[in-house]
Structures are given as C-alpha cells and as structure tokens.
C-alpha cells in the first residue's frame, strides 16, 4: 500500500528504475548481468555548486564490451568553470548537442536500466549524479555500485589499504593504453578495460560473483 | 549522435583490410556494433569443433595462437597479431570450427558482427574479393565440395575482370581527323573520302565539329535518289554529333557507341560538341585497340635484323609488363603474352643464327625450352634453360651432325645473352654437348634418370621434364614426352622419389610481425618466395599431370587440366591455381620494383595486406603436399 503511494508521486521514469533494480533477476549469475563502465565529466568538484558536463557510459555483459550499448551525453550549462575547461576541452557553447539537464538524467536513467555502475572513484560521479536528482526531487540512485579502485585493493597482494589508486595508476599497472583520456566515453572505456582485466584476475583466487566484488567497496557501503 | 568509443574504433579498422575498403557510412555502422573482449594469456577464444560465434574477430592488440588436433596431436597452425582477421568460418558457412584460438599474450579482440558483414559482402565485391584470396585458398577440407557456394560463389565476380583486361586501356582514334565545311558539296565529300580512304567525314564550322557523313548516309540518301550529290553535306549530314573528351578508354568508349547508336566519336578538346575537333574514334579503332601493343612487338620482332633490335624489343616488353601490372590485368594473361615475346625472341634468334651459319640445319631438330619458360610463366629476365634434339642419325653422319648443332646452340644462346636472358650456370643450355643429342639419346637419358632416381638425377628430370617446344620439328618433340610418360608408366615408383623431393621444401605457417612463423619454431625475415611457395606449387603440379598423363607444362593450365580429371579434388587445384597466381604476381612486381629476379622478399617492406595476401597462399602449397605425401606414399622412400 505504501509502495503504491510513493508509486504515484514518483515522475514515471523514477518509479521505473526503482521497481528494475528491486526486480532484476540477473543479479545471481554473473554472465546475465549488465554492467555499465560510467564516467561523468564536471565544472568542478563541489557536489552543491558544480555540475554535471557530460556522461559516458558503455555497457559489459558476460565479458564483453558492447559498444552498440553506449551513451554519451552533453547537458547544457547555467554554471560554467574557466579552470576545468581545460581539462575535459568541453566550452560552453562547443559543437556537441547539448541537452538540458532535466532530459540527460531522464535519458541516462533509462539507458541504465537495472545495470551495475562500474566507475573509478564511483563516489564521486554517483554523488554528482545524485545531486541532479535531486534538483528533480527524486534520488538517490538504487542501483549497485563497483568500483575499480576498490576491486584493485582486494586483488593486490600489497597493503593499499590507505592508497587511493588513480585511473592513470591502474593502467599502467593493468596494461591499459590511454585514449581520449578526460572525455567520459573515453575513460568509462578504460574503466570498462580494467574492470574486465581485473574480472579475470579476480576469478583466479576468489569465485565470481556480485556480492563478493561488492563486498570490496567498504566505502560505499559505509 | 556522437560517440567517442566508435570513432575509435572506425580509426583503428579503417587501417586494415577489407575494413579500409568500404564506405565511411558503412563502417561506421560496423564499428557502433563492436564487442570488444579481453583475453589473458593462453585463455581460450574458441575450441576446435565449438559452434560458432555470431562475431568473426580482428586483434586490436596481443597475438592469438590458432591450432588443430589431429589425432590427439596438437598443431599449431598460425599466429596472428594485430589487424589480422580470424574466426571468419561462420562468415562462410554454418559450421563449427575446424580449429581453436587461444590468446599467445594478454589480447583485446574486436568482435564484428557476422549478420552485418553478410550485407557488405554482397554490396562489396573488392571486400569478396580480399576475403576470396585471404581465406578461399585457406580452406582446411579442400577435398569437399560443400565449400562451393557462398562466399566463393563471388569468384565468378574476379573471373569476369579475366576477361574484360582491356576495358581499362585507353583507347587509341585517329588524331588527323578529316573533314569539310558545310557548303561543300556531297560529291566533294565523297572524292575526299574516296581518297584518303575513309568511311566518314566530319563538316565543322571554325574548327568545331557540326555534323558527321559516314558510307551509310551515301548509301540511305543518295544512292536513293532522296539527295542529289550536287547537294550540300549540311542537307544530309547527321547532327549533331556525338562526342568525347581526349582521354577516353575502351570501355568508355564502347558504352557511348552503344548508347547513342552511332559508329564513330567525334573526340574534342574538353568533349562537348562546342569545342575544337581533335580527333575521330571509330568502332574499328577499338577493335584494333584489343591485344594492339603485344602483337606490334611481334612483329617488330619479325623484322628485326639482329640482336640488339631484339634486345631492345624485349626491353619493351618489360615495359609492357610493368604497365599490365599496373593496370591489375590478370597474371595468366600477362605470362601469356610475354611468353609469346619470349617464343617469338627465341625463333628469330635461331633463324638469324642459320642464316649466319649459311647452311641450313642437316637434320631435323627440335628447340626446346626449359623450366621457367618451357612452362610460359617466365616474366622477368631470367637465366635462360634450353636444350636441343635432333632426329637419329647414322653413327656415320652423328659427328657431323651435331657439330652443326652446336655451332647452332652456340650462337643462338650467344643471341639470348644479348637480348639479356643471362647465360644458365649450371650450363642446362643447347650449347652443351650433353643437352644437344638425338632422340635415341634423350630416351636413354630420361630412362636412366627414371629408372634410377638419385637425388641429383631427379633435380635434372625436373628442370627437363618441362620441355616445350619453341622452333623445329613437333614430331621430335611428341616423341621426346611420350617416351617420358611410358617409361614413368614403367616405374611408378620414381613418382615417389619425386613427390618426396617435392615435399623437400613446406611452406612457412604465416607471419608474425616481421617474420615468418616457420613449423619448427625458426623465425626469418627474409622470404625466398621462390623456392617456398612458387617452386613447391610447380612441383605438385608436375608430379600430378606425370601421374596423369597430361601434357602441358604451364602450372595454372596443369591445375586446370587437374580440376578436370579429378572433380573430387577440383577445390585444392582451384585454391593451388589462384595461389600461383597471387604468388606470380607478386613475385613480378617485387622484381619490377627492385629489378632483380623477384626471388626474395623483404617482409619489412610489406604492408599488412600484402602480408595477409601472401600467407593465404601457404594453406594451398600444404594442402597440395599433403596430397602428395598420402598419393604417392612418400614416407616409403628412404631419406636421400
């Protein structure tokens, strides 16, 4: 009956993430579930101030990197940073569609579906995505978060506990090439390629399966 | 909508063949539809005799090992690294793999849907084409027919361009084109025509052409009585006329014939009819365009009065060849028509030599060719191979006789020398007292080389089995193969020494990066193309037609004629002649290039298509081995 309730005040697309999330039967058998590589790029790093630019996803399913199963989107800007211009070469007024940021989230959030977030430092862009969410009073993301940094810590035989590995570290250590670095599609790519390297690696000491590669991501659960 | 991830992709795939073949469009569309995936080191892609994927592969970076079992023995059959393509057996049919694929290195694999791919084979013929001559020679069951169909319905499609060679050629017309103004009179005309011997005439105004009058016009207009020949050409001239620009080819200019019904092109400066008149095309200019080089240095040759004219004509010839490559004419026809200027050479040079003796020959004799150009595939100058025979002779006479033979050989080989075929240096020439005998003498010698098949024996009967006959008498010459053909009938056992010699030299597996992935595990990187791919698919021809019975001696025609008696094994000759091809080819552009013989190839030199083109041909040559090996029971024979 409650259920119902909030069913009704939720925007459509809101109540429909919920209820694919809470549903999903795929979540058991590691080769059924989708996985999606994300990286957002921003104006900044204030969650309150700063704004989403652009999303890049790719989608990874029983190994493989679908590319007819990708996103990118360019959200149009009120808040605009000089300084990080120069990072993600996005300007205000540049050549790319630009949607509003009403209509990206909508979009991303139905090309989401019941997939799990893979990201490096999830945190972050989970947290600006949350926030855009918010501005549309619904929120926060139900689904399943992974994260590089942390799947790397449970695989090195090293104490990392207190290091924070950058996306640039971990290529290197995981043989990645860099390309179109600082573009979202671009490092949810990487992202994607080290998450498959570090599946693989994974598997050979521990069984594969979600809630375990979940269970690296102490801090996300906190 | 843009996408970061297949832009990438586009750029990597556009570098590779048959990738960099299709349209941007098109590619694009591939490359959106990618599945990228990684693989660790020895991982398996796929296992022999697993169902096949919906996706063929291109290595994007690592090396992956393709092997085989047979009989619990595993064989590895190549390394590809990056940009080679692989798993393409469910492009051609829905079958399992015949072998398995396993990561040699931590490898990431673009897969390429095979659905999309089935489209741009049939949009795209060069894309057939490409996967015609990388994968078509590259069958692992040669011997079925189920492989036809398909994908290899698409060699109709190279076949066709066989034939049509000379479409491409520019077409030559007559740049002194006559013509006349438009108040002369059509007896004029006529006159004019009559007397520059002509079948039309072209009336311009200032230069520019109005109005064309050919034979048929007299006949329709005036020898009807419809126009008296005191009339003015304007009253019967057909206009306006049909033109063309200056650089037109046989196939343009057909079309246009064809298409306005008419028999002659006005050919103008820029090609519209408002320009100045430079020339007329006719229909019988085309047909004379046809096969028009070659057979004017054949007859250059005819009326040349000494060597170094001859000399020069063959220097043309090479010209000749240069341009046929060029142009991609097909390699059989170009061997064809060198081989003519090597025979007509070689016959003018024997006759200036008789007549130099001032006595004609006291016997009749055969002029034989050897190896090479006794198989007409000879395309660059190499050493020259000949030997003579002549009728028996009574022991009285044999000196006298032979002497004059000599003298012959002698000068004629002096006379290739000049025109530039190198003198041989294992002395395989008509010049040699030991190749220049009767034909009792010949059957002696073949018996014992038969009969008694040590090595050194056997790579004589190789390069003089090939014999063909170039000036004398054809009787000599028939007499000469049958006696070759039933003294092997005799002893089949010396097929076995020759099939094992045949097997002496297996081609290497592929390539990695810059070398040769040999079967033993040894890595060059240089490439004797001769005696690893031409000279093994020569060989197994040979030994098949002497099995056979069949008597020719060109490769591609031996297959040919293989295809025909052995309908079962018609798929391994097919894949044995488009692989001599490529491989003739090849080797004549590598030497063109470097003027040298073509023997060696630098692999360094070699982009990855021609890589990809090479290494097709090496499945055929073990394919053909393999025959061989099983037919004429090659194990059995002690190693020599």
Sequence with gaps: MIRFFKKKRYPEFWSTHIEKVQNSQKYANFEDIRFVALDTETTGFDYENDRILCIGAVAIKNNKILVSDSFEIYIKQAIFNKETVKIHGIRKDGNEIKLSEEEAIIKFIDYLDDAVIVAHHTAFDVTMINQALNRLNVGPLESKLLDTNYIHKKIAKTDTYKKIFSLEELCEIYNVKMHDRHTALGDALITAYLFLKQTAKYKKNNPLNLFDLINTNYHLLK | ?640
Excluded at chain 2, 342 to 368: C, D, H, M, Q, Y
Excluded at chain 2, 456 to 463: A, P, Q, R, T
């Design chain 2, 1 to 640: 909508m843009k996408n970061t991830i297949s832009e990438r992709i586009f750029d990597f795939l556009k570098n590779y063949p048959p990738f960099n073949l299709i349209s941007n469009e098109t590619l694009m569309e591939v490359s959106q539809n990618v599945e990228i995936q990684y693989f660790e080191k020895d991982q398996i892609i796929f296992s022999q005799n697993d169902n096949p994927h919906e996706h063929f592969y291109i290595i994007y970076q690592g090396s992956v090992r393709l092997y085989r079992f047979v009989e619990n023995e595993k064989l590895m059959l190549d390394i590809c690294d990056e940009g080679d393509l692989f798993g393409l057996r469910p492009l051609i049919m829905n079958e399992n793999y015949v072998m398995g694929a396993s990561a040699n290195e931590e490898t990431i694999l673009y897969g390429i849907p095979i659905a999309l791919f089935h489209d741009i084979i049939l949009n795209y013929p060069k894309v057939s084409q490409f996967l015609i001559a990388s994968f078509a020679t590259n069958t692992r069951e040669p011997f079925s027919e189920k492989h036809k169909g398909k994908l290899f319905a698409n060699v109709s499609a190279i076949q066709k361009i066989e034939h049509g060679f000379s479409e491409i050629q520019s077409a030559n017309y007559n740049k002194n084109p006559i013509s006349c103004s438009p108040d002369t009179t059509v007896q004029t005309a006529c006159i004019i025509m009559t007397k520059n011997i002509i079948n039309s005439i072209i009336i311009t105004e200032n230069d520019i052409p109005i109005g064309i009058i050919t034979d048929k016009d007299i006949k329709t207009k005036i020898g009807t009585g419809l126009y008296k020949i005191t009339h003015k050409v304007s009253e019967i001239m057909t206009s306006p006329v049909v033109t063309f620009h200056q650089n037109i080819s046989v196939a343009e200019a057909q079309i246009k014939l064809l298409k306005h019904k008419v028999s002659h092109l006005c050919i103008t400066k820029d090609g519209t009819n408002k320009t100045e008149l430079v020339g007329i095309l006719t229909q019988q200019d085309l047909i004379l365009t046809q096969g028009n080089s070659p057979s004017l240095l054949i007859k250059e040759i005819k009326n040349a009065k000494d060597a170094e004219t001859l000399k020069h004509i063959r220097t043309k010839a090479t010209e000749l060849t240069k341009g046929y490559l060029e142009q991609e004419i097909p390699i059989y026809f170009v061997t064809k028509v060198i081989s003519e200027i090597n025979t007509a050479i070689t016959k003018k040079a024997i006759r200036l030599s008789v007549s130099e003796i001032g006595k004609e020959p006291p016997a009749k004799f055969s002029w034989l060719a050897l190896g090479s150009q006794g198989r007409k595939e000879q395309l660059l100058m190499t050493d020259q191979d000949n030997a003579l025979v002549f009728e028996n002779i009574a022991p009285a006479e044999y000196n006298r006789v032979k002497n004059y033979f000599l003298e012959l050989a002698e000068k004629v080989t002096e006379k290739l020398h000049i025109v530039g075929f190198e003198y041989c240096p294992a002395n395989i020439m008509a010049s040699n007292p030991k190749w220049c005998i009767s034909l009792e003498e010949w059957e002696q010698q073949f018996e014992e080389w038969i009969t008694d098949p040590i090595p050194e024996k056997i790579l004589l009967s190789i390069i003089f089995f090939d014999f063909e006959l170039i000036y004398g008498d054809e009787l000599l010459n028939n007499k000469m193969a049958e006696s070759v053909f039933k003294t092997i009938e005799k002893n089949l056992i010396f097929l076995s020494f020759l099939g094992k010699v045949t097997l002496d030299n297996p081609p290497p597996l592929g390539f990695f990066k810059q070398f040769l992935v040999e079967d033993n595990g040894e890595n060059k990187d240089s490439f004797d193309i001769k005696s690893r791919a031409i000279r093994p698919l020569v060989d197994a021809a040979r030994i098949l037609s002497l099995h056979h019975n069949i008597r020719v001696n060109n490769t591609i025609a031996r297959y040919e004629k293989l295809m025909e008696v052995e309908p079962q094994n018609s798929d391994l000759f097919e894949s044995c002649a488009n692989a001599f091809k490529i491989l003739l080819q090849f080797r004549t552009s590598q030497g063109l290039a470097n003027n040298d013989n073509g023997k060696f190839v630098d692999i360094n030199s070699l982009n990855k298509a021609d890589r990809l083109k090479l290494k097709s041909c090496f499945k055929p040559i073990k394919n053909v081995q393999e025959a061989i090996k099983l037919r004429f029971k090659t194990s059995q024979i002690p190693q020599i």
